[in-house]
């Protein structure tokens, strides 16, 4: 059985965060709404933006703080996702708790792989599992493709005080499934809402709420010294 690492000290955050009560704020002074669209979330969604995390072919692979962006072959503070090998070249899915990685068929076998857009989260019909060397995640993942996405839930004590959340994360990789990258990975900060397998707030949008917005304050002021 695959056994936990020491812990070590936290590292630097490399989650950027794209916060939902900012998006909202300028959606209202704008007078313009948030629209959701394939390539578009709820702004509450943590994104980490594009990032290349290798994930070793070998029993350690690599373990991740999603929170903090801290990784390692040694767990960081407060870990939560550890993708491995339990054989070389196949792929393996570990966490901290038991009901992590998100299986849509509600069995431990899986499949794990989300087709992009995949609802996550509770009332979905699906389960929460932690299925280990006994599962090669490998035989269902697309070679030389980003089109790897997969669900999981984690808890936190300084996320919600600990109360559950749900994420996706996204895998480049090669001509084998011992040939893997993280490139991405996202949860919602709000306690309990699903999110959609790589799907994330789409920057442009909240560049044009801005702008919006900006120009109404402008308009306002004028109006305000011209009375």
């Keep these: 059985m695959k056994t936990l690492p020491p812990q070590t000290s936290r ?8 916060l939902g009560t900012t998006a909202a704020a300028v959606a209202a002074a704008s007078g313009v709404g948030i629209m959701g669209s394939a390539s578009e979330a709820d702004a509450s969604i943590v994104y980490s933006g ?13 373990y991740l703080n999603v929170v903090t962006g801290a990784s390692g072959n040694v767990g960081p503070a407060g870990w939560d996702l550890n993708p491995y090998s339990a054989v070389a070249g196949q792929f393996n899915l570990w966490a901290v708790n038991t009901t992590t ?16 857009g ?4 509770n009332g979905f019909g699906g389960g929460f599992f932690r299925p280990g060397g006994g599962t090669n995640v490998g035989l269902e993942v697309n070679l030389n ?22 994420g996706w994360i996204q895998f480049q990789f090669g001509a084998t499934a011992g040939d893997r990258t993280i490139v991405g990975y996202a949860y919602e900060n709000v306690a309990g809402a699903p999110v959609q397998a790589g799907v994330i707030p789409e920057p442009t949008t ?18 305000q010294r011209s009375s």
């Design 11 to 18: 590292l630097g955050c490399k989650a950027h965060r794209i």
């Design 50 to 62: 594009p990032v290349s995390i290798a994930v070793p072919n070998d029993i350690d692979g690599v």
């Design 101 to 116: 990685w998100y299986a849509p068929s509600n069995v431990i076998g899986g499949p794990y792989r989300l087709a992009l």
């Design 118 to 121: 995949t609802n996550i989260g």
């Design 145 to 166: 493709s980003s089109n790897n996405y997969f669900g999981f839930q984690f808890s936190e004590a300084t996320l919600n005080g600990g109360a559950a959340s749900f």
């Design 206 to 223: 909240f560049a044009m709420l801005a702008a919006g917005a900006l120009g109404l304050m402008a308009v306002r002021r004028f109006r």
